[in-house]
Each structure stands twice: as structure tokens, then as C-alpha cells.
């Protein structure tokens, strides 16, 4: 199964890095270029294992996925539940960890696919790896980008905190 994988290091600690990548619309928006709508389903208000979204992309492709594994600050996992006719399997995980240097973390994106139908496997196979090579290398300098944008960091920073009594 090919596999797709970018890694930035960003000056936040690992609690603020992996808030902001986890951050919301229309906060999201800011930082994350790939997607274009992205919203809770089954009335869920934040993310943890077993909830599912929705997301449609700047490119149009929509998929329902569910997290598999969510575990602040260090990382969470996501696998496609309904999407792309040719996507047979599509999961990811984002993984942060703190990194040599003091306040900042390293952030190390990776997803896996696998194409259908079967006889254009080969071949979509590297398409996919290309593409979805590029957009994952695009998509974690954007979230580099949010770690540094000052709206982004005070969304997070408020989602750490907790809701205001």
C-alpha cells in the first residue's frame, strides 16, 4: 500500500501544535489550503475517536472519515469511511513530538491508499503518490503557516483552555 509522508518542525510546543491542527472552521480556513468545507457529523462539537466528518476539498472530492485514534498533544489517526470511487482504503495519521529544540515540535503527517479497480492499481498507484505527495507537503506548510499566524494561535490556545464559565 503506498504510503505519503511530510514532516515540519514548528516553533509551538507539542500541546500547541497539535491544538492548532485541530483547530476549526472557519479558523481552519486560514491555515489549511486543502480543504474547502469540513464540518462534524452525528451532531459531534469536537473531535475523539469514533466521530466522523465531513470534508470536500479544494478540488471537489469529498469524504466522510472517522477518527481511529485521538490522543492530545501526541497524535490522532483518521480512516476514510465513505469517499472517492477510487479510493478503496484511505487512512491517515498526524504524529507531534517534541523536538531538540526547546518549544518546538516536530509534526509528521503520513497516509496510506490503495487504488481501485485492481487492474489500474499499478499505475494509479503512482499517480496517487505523486499527487497526494504533493498535497501533503502543501498542506503541512500551510499548517506551518498556522503556526505562526496569530488568529490561528489564539483559537488554539483558547481550545487548550477550555470552554469559558
Known amino acids: 500500500m503506498p504510503v505519503v509522508e511530510a514532516t515540519v518542525v514548528v516553533p509551538v510546543p507539542p500541546e500547541l501544535a497539535f491544538a492548532v491542527s485541530q483547530t476549526t472552521a ?3 480556513y486560514r491555515w489549511d489550503r486543502f ?3 469540513q464540518y462534524f457529523l452525528d451532531a459531534a462539537t469536537e473531535p475523539a475517536k469514533g466521530v466522523r466528518t465531513f470534508t470536500r476539498s479544494r478540488l471537489g472530492v469529498s469524504m466522510v472519515s472517522e477518527y481511529v485514534s485521538y490522543q492530545p498533544p501526541s497524535h490522532v489517526g483518521m480512516r476514510m469511511v465513505r469517499g472517492p470511487w477510487f479510493f478503496a482504503v484511505f487512512a491517515g495519521g498526524w504524529r507531534f513530538a517534541a523536538a531538540d529544540r526547546p518549544g518546538h515540535t516536530v509534526a509528521t503527517w503520513r497516509y ?3 487504488c481501485r479497480p485492481g487492474w489500474t492499481r499499478p499505475a494509479a498507484e503512482r ?3 505523486w499527487l497526494l505527495g504533493r498535497e501533503i507537503r502543501r498542506r ?3 499548517y506551518a503557516g498556522g503556526c505562526a499566524d496569530p488568529v490561528v494561535l ?5 481550545a487548550l483552555r477550555g470552554p469559558e464559565v
Not at 154 to 158: E, S, Y
Open 154 to 158: 489564539a483559537a488554539a490556545h483558547r
Open 26 to 28: 472557519p479558523v481552519r
Open 35 to 37: 480543504i474547502r468545507r
Open 127 to 129: 499517480i496517487g503518490a
Open 112 to 114: 496510506n491508499f490503495r
Open 140 to 142: 503541512i506548510a500551510g
